[in-house]
């Protein structure tokens, strides 16, 4: 009778959150997954449902030029962000780790990006490149190049993406240079001496020390980052100014414009499946590879 009691007593503090769980996070995706195969704009009610199985997917690979846009997009920001990132986290945390004036002043100012407000970041990037911003009036002033010959960094589709990379780097290192310092703090002092006795430089000690015994640490920001990358939107969102099939466009912000801005809730349920089992995918493709070079 006891146990029972104390079961009893276990679900009722559990009801709230599975509550929460069911009604914020299990229905919503489930109700996702059937929309994905049906054709509904919001604006006409439960009854405007209609099930058309799998033509929301075939439109996307073979009729929907923005979606395609939108992925290669995607792709390119994920390989160019994550592995500069993380490099350049990498070599900001072996350098602080070293006798370095003010270190710990650096680190909070490489940290502060990353806990600021993407809107506000994103502001400030979009008037750093903008026609007449602080990158052109260096580029005019220093460089000596004609006004007719500045870039257009958020209107040309060729170079729209760069303003985006920047301020995605500029947000991430400070959390990657943050678990890199952890990781390299972790690492005992006696490897190094024993191979300084040994005659190894340096910079062996940095690739035959330091980058395999963090190996795991870089494994976890290469996944957390792509996973980041693969849902960017608030940046595009604040910088993009060539409208909804732009050079800068997102999967995330284009399932944003297909849900919020036409209504389609089918299509964009669609989207958005088709995104997580993209992520899935990278994500099972780095499990897999990271045998060959992670060190436990």
Known sequence: MRQKRETLVGYAFLAPALVIFFALVAFPICMSIYLSFTKWNFLSGWSGISWIGLDNFKRLFTRDRSFKVALINTFVYAVSIVPITVFMALLLAHAFNGNIFCKKYFRFAFFIPYISNMVALGSIFRFLFQLDGPINEILRNVFHLAESE???????????????????????????????????????????????????????????????LISPTTFYLLIVRMINVFQIFSAINIINTTGRSGGNVSLVLLIYNEAFQHYNFGYASAEAWVLVAIILAVTAVQMWGQKKWVNY
């Open 150 to 212: 500045l870039p257009n960094w958020l209107a040309d589709n060729s170079l729209c993406r760069i303003p985006i990379i920047c301020v995605m780097i500029y947000s991430g290192l400070g959390y990657c240079l943050l678990i890199y310092t952890a990781a390299i703090k972790d690492i005992s002092e006696d490897l190094y001496e024993a191979s300084a006795i040994d005659g190894a430089s340096p910079l062996r000690q940095f690739f035959s020390i330091t980058v395999p």
